[in-house]
Nanobody, 118 residues
Framework: QVQLVESGGGLVQAGGSLRLSCAAS????????MGWYRQAPGKQRELVAA???????NYADSVKGRFTISRDNAKNTVYLQMNSLKPEDTAVYYC????????????WGQGTQVTVSS
């Protein structure tokens, strides 16, 4: 089973940018749908971006136009470029193999904390 490790989070001011990385322990070539989720304090975890093996992408309305998901199959890595960050983007971000918006393959990793100050 492929293990996923998230990195790249941190503290940034509103309007700033961060790039998150998700490194897989094995090949992601055959994995159709990879995604980034986030969970803010007191809120449910939500899917913010997903990408298929063909490069088709989907985004939550709250991040459209600001976030970009990409994947590098040669490096077994999925990225989330986050621009124009807002305080409401503050959350722990998780990478996962997406089976449906509310169902992932395997278990959640440690995630990476993103904190946006106003």
């Amino acid at each position: 089973q492929v293990q996923l490790v998230e990195s790249g989070g941190g503290l940034v001011q509103a309007g700033g940018s961060l790039r998150l990385s998700c490194a897989a322990s094995g090949s992601i070539n055959s994995i159709n749908n990879m995604g980034w989720y986030r969970q803010a304090p007191g809120k449910q975890r939500e899917l913010v971006a997903a990408i298929t093996s063909r490069g088709n992408t989907n985004y939550a309305d709250s991040v459209k136009g600001r976030f970009t998901i990409s994947r590098d199959n040669a490096k077994n890595t999925v990225y989330l470029q986050m621009n124009s960050l807002k305080p409401e983007d503050t959350a722990v971000y998780y990478c996962a193999i997406v089976l449906s918006p509310t169902l992932i393959q395997g278990s959640w990793g440690q995630g990476t904390q993103v904190t946006v100050s106003s």
